[in-house]
């Protein structure tokens, strides 16, 4: 019997019960009018509400894998390898799935290298010994050596997850005839299909079960194997490696460092309005007051109907939609409905007209000149409509606007992700959305003619709202930007996959050379990935200096480690984290390996609102993560090559350009003067703070120097500085100190700009981009020192955006009005990767160079860089 003086912690597996949820739900009856699938959203969602209901948790939280790579499969790399390819349907839902428990403010974590499995038992185990009574939602077996007087399984059945069966040390018993920490014993000789784990030839339940009764544990019959008669005694004898291998997998890791324990897991109230809009936008009418309800908050609507209304849209064939769009005055707004990168349905209105038609090769051929014409059009999420009309051969022309761009740029710190939002933002309405789990849905959902209608309403809305200078940023740099990415990403870049499976491999081998020279330097075997084993080690056998204090012990993140490392090198520890770093980049490189398409490029996608600052990240594969300027960089960058039909990669990228930006913004005399005066300009600076001449400059002294310069930028304080350069602190105070007496108005503009930034409640970019800081005012003292920090940095940084994405756009449109094949492929950090066609290389440099240099008129030169070659790493520079 539970304890009902105890609280109850819920601790859910989302992966597995999504992944479930996706199988148990029609996918197509859960899909949203732009196209996304929500049944394996929608399904876990209902399991958790019901959960909610009966269970009532005082303490929750989901746990999701990062990815399918693990400290598992580092050491059978076999392992989950035969999971087929996640389903094209699926895909998307979790990250949304995320959002939508943010929206419930329902904690979720994850932790890189390790399985949901590994946070769920160590939660359990940190409940149990709390005095929680612990209920584990999972549909993965191996949860099932959690089970104790304290923890109770709840496990889907076939079914899907409607239905759960509840796993306590009885009914575990009753199932398998062992107590629950020796199923995995069980499953050790058995094998999991599962999880690609082989197990002992003709060896079932029944005959595992009976061999661990008669020898009361895994250990002793492995001890005894000698003694089992028959094929199945011989198969064992043959197998052992195997069924050892199994269990060190299937064993829970009950140590994971994270960051939340057991108590800072409370049940919290939800966020009503944003799960309205969640809800809103996933289509999910009938679910949302089952969640309310759950969650005890009052259902009722916040937003209004329409307070104008929608035109009904016309259905017209192509010559009359022609006709329509062309007679159409002002600006129009259009959406257009994609489905596997392809148009299906074109929607246009005006303010009091609209029209909408199924589309066709007819209806592109007659829109397509209209499209390329300089008529104004308004979007939401303009660039996957750009790309999909570009695959139909359409050319988009006169973009006025985006109402997710424009939405970004007033709010950057918290950007309305749907259209639902904004229109609830901007209008006080709520979009019409059908629920698509009702066969005869209660509310019709927009048309895309409709969509448009409100895409107009909400653009003239945000217009409104904003400032001068951030409409141009929109006008002359964001929207050129926009349709600049929309043609790189259906370009892609070729990339070797034999050169990046190969260098895997390689790691691989690495990997296990290091982990094996890591067992020989302390004289045993230890699991790599657990916090707990390496805490023993390092703290106990090695006795090194602890960490910092964790929940589960001391810290063995890679950053404290490496700095003890530092401070007492060892080598157990330099293999351990040359053993790490050589498994996070074996992670990145097979992430990228499993991007290249069937025509052997990589299509990445690149975010515009996935920053506060303006700069551009990628996803899908992330390129921003690749490692600069080492051995490694350089074998991942060998991998992308110049395409067929092309002559060779052109580089090119910023030198120093956030510093060129601070000198600028400063007018710091010196600063200035060591970029027009062509000196290397962190001697330069380096011989004024330590009153030398420039050839005096030591290596040490420029290194200083450049941490110093660079750190400010980002608002380094001396006792950063010396952690940074490994010196004492009043010698980091000191150096400082000698910077600013030579570089005044450095110091000057950084304490000017936040200051300014105080009164202004924001920070502007060179160009107008405005960022906001309202706590810059905050009685918090954390929230307020940490909001100064970022705005010394926000106008800098933000500047070195706004310039590359002009230089970006401006050699994208001269390339192609001087007719030439050649094409810009990516922009990752300050660098441009150009594809250059057969003879095309002086025009192509020369547009580049051009543009790179005069993107922004600053008092100090753009020093553009400029490389050539085969691959990406044989044309840096």
């Not at 269990?247 to 994270?258: A, G, H, I, M």
């Not at 049940?267 to 969650?295: G, M, S, W």
């Not at 941490?707 to 490994?726: H, N, P, T, W």
């Not at 547009?847 to 922004?856: E, K, L, N, P």
């Amino acid at each position: 019997m539970t304890d009902p003086g105890k609280p109850t912690l819920l601790v859910v597996d989302g992966h597995s019960l999504a992944y479930r949820a996706f199988y148990a739900l029609p996918v197509d009856n859960f899909s949203t009018k732009d196209g996304q699938h929500t049944n394996g959203i929608y399904g876990f969602l209902s399991m958790l509400v019901n959960l909610i209901k009966a269970e009532k948790p005082t303490h929750l939280v989901v746990a999701f894998d990062t990815s399918r790579q693990s400290f598992r499969t580092r050491e059978y790399t076999e392992y989950k390898a035969n999971r087929s390819e996640t389903p094209s349907e699926f895909k998307g839902q979790i990250p949304i799935l995320k959002d939508v428990l943010a929206a419930m403010s329902i904690p979720v974590l994850e932790k890189e290298d390790f399985e949901a499995d590994d946070i769920l038992a160590t939660l359990a185990t940190e409940g149990a010994e709390q005095g929680f009574h612990v209920l584990v939602c999972s549909g993965d077996r191996d949860t099932i050596q959690l089970v104790s007087d304290d923890v109770t399984l709840l496990y889907p059945n076939v079914q899907g997850v409607s239905q759960l069966k509840r796993y306590d040390p009885a009914a575990v018993i009753e199932k398998y005839g062992l107590p629950p920490q020796q199923y995995p014993e069980i499953a050790a000789l058995v094998g999991e299909t599962s999880d690609n784990l082989p197990g002992v030839p003709k060896v079932g339940e029944k005959t595992a079960v009976k061999w661990l009764t008669q020898y009361g544990s895994l250990d002793a019959l492995l001890d005894n194997a000698d003694k089992i008669t028959g094929v199945v005694g011989n198969n064992l004898r043959e197998h052992l490696d195997d069924v050892r291998r199994n269990r060190r997998l299937n064993r829970l890791l009950t140590d994971v460092e994270l960051p939340l324990g057991p108590a800072d897991l409370a049940v919290r109230p939800l966020d009503a309005q944003a799960v309205r809009d969640i809800f809103a936008r996933l289509e999910f009418r009938t679910l949302l007051p089952r969640v309310f309800e759950a969650a005890g908050v009052e259902a009722n609507a916040s937003t209004a109907a329409p307070a104008a209304e929608a035109p009904k849209a016309a259905e017209l064939d192509p010559t009359a939609f022609a006709a329509w769009a062309d007679a159409a005055a002002g600006e129009v707004g259009v959406t257009v409905v994609v489905s596997g990168g392809l148009p299906t349905r074109l929607g246009l209105a005006t303010t009091d007209a609209a029209a909408e038609a199924d589309w066709s090769a007819e209806l592109a051929a007659a829109l397509g000149p209209w499209f390329a014409s300089d008529a104004p059009k308004a979007f939401f999420d303009a660039k996957p409509q750009v790309k999909a009309l570009a695959r139909e051969g359409v050319t988009l022309r006169g973009l006025a606007f985006d109402v997710l761009l424009a939405g970004w740029l007033l709010r950057p710190s918290l950007p309305d992700k749907t259209f639902a939002d904004l229109v609830d933002r901007y209008l006080g309405e709520k979009l019409p959305e059908a629920d698509p789990s009702q066969l005869v849905p209660e509310t019709e959902g927009a048309t895309p003619a409709q969509l448009a209608w409100f895409v107009l309403r909400v653009a003239e809305a945000e217009r409104a709202e904003l400032p001068d200078s951030v409409r141009e940023v929109l006008e002359t740099i964001e929207l050129p930007t926009l349709q600049t990415l929309a043609d790189m990403e259906l370009a892609g870049v070729a990339v070797s996959h034999e050169r990046l499976t190969a260098f895997s491999a390689e790691l691989g081998v690495r990997a296990e050379g290091l982990a094996q020279q890591a067992y020989a330097a302390i004289g045993r075997e230890v699991n790599l990935g657990s916090p707990k084993q390496l805490q023993e080690v390092l703290f106990e056998e090695l006795e090194l200096p602890k960490t910092r204090k964790t929940k589960t012990g001391y810290s063995t993140d890679a950053a404290v480690l490496a700095d003890l490392q530092d401070s007492h090198p060892h080598p157990f520890l330099d293999l351990l984290l040359q053993h790490r770093d050589a498994t996070k980049l074996r992670q990145i490189i097979d992430a990228l390996a499993a991007a290249i398409d069937e025509s052997g490029r990589i299509h990445t996608t690149y975010v515009q609102t996935g920053s506060q600052t303006g700069r551009l990240s990628s996803t899908d594969p992330n390129l921003q993560n690749i490692p600069i300027r080492n051995e490694e960089s350089h074998r991942v960058r060998a991998a992308f090559e110049v395409g067929a039909g092309y002559e060779t990669l052109l580089t090119a990228d910023y030198s120093q350009i956030e510093m060129r930006i601070m000198a600028h913004l400063s007018g710091d005399p010196g600063l200035v003067e060591a970029f027009n005066s062509g000196e290397d300009l962190h001697r330069f600076v380096g011989a004024r703070v330590f009153g030398v001449t420039p050839a005096e400059v030591t290596s040490p002294m420029r290194s200083k120097v450049k941490a110093m310069s660079y750190g400010l930028v980002y608002g380094l304080s001396a006792f950063g500085l010396s952690k940074q350069l490994r010196i004492e602190q009043s010698e980091a105070k000191q150096l400082m100190m000698e910077y600013f007496a030579r570089f005044g108005a450095v110091r000057d503009y950084l304490r000017s700009s936040v200051e300014q930034a105080r009164i202004d409640g924001y920070t502007q970019t060179i160009f107008g981009r405005r960022r906001p800081f309202p706590d810059l005012t905050s009685p918090n003292r954390v929230l307020r020192e940490n909001a100064e920090r970022a705005a010394l940095n926000a106008p800098i940084q933000g500047s070195a955006a706004d310039i590359m994405k002009i230089a970006l756009f401006h050699i994208h449109a001269d390339l192609a009005e001087a007719d030439l094949r050649s094409r810009v492929l990516l922009q990752i950090h300050d660098e441009l990767v150009v594809e250059v066609a057969p003879g095309e290389w002086d025009a192509a440099e020369s547009i580049v160079r051009a543009r790179m240099g005069d993107a922004a008129q600053l008092t100090v030169p753009l020093d553009v860089q400029i490389g050539r070659g085969g691959d990406w790493n044989e044309a840096g520079h």
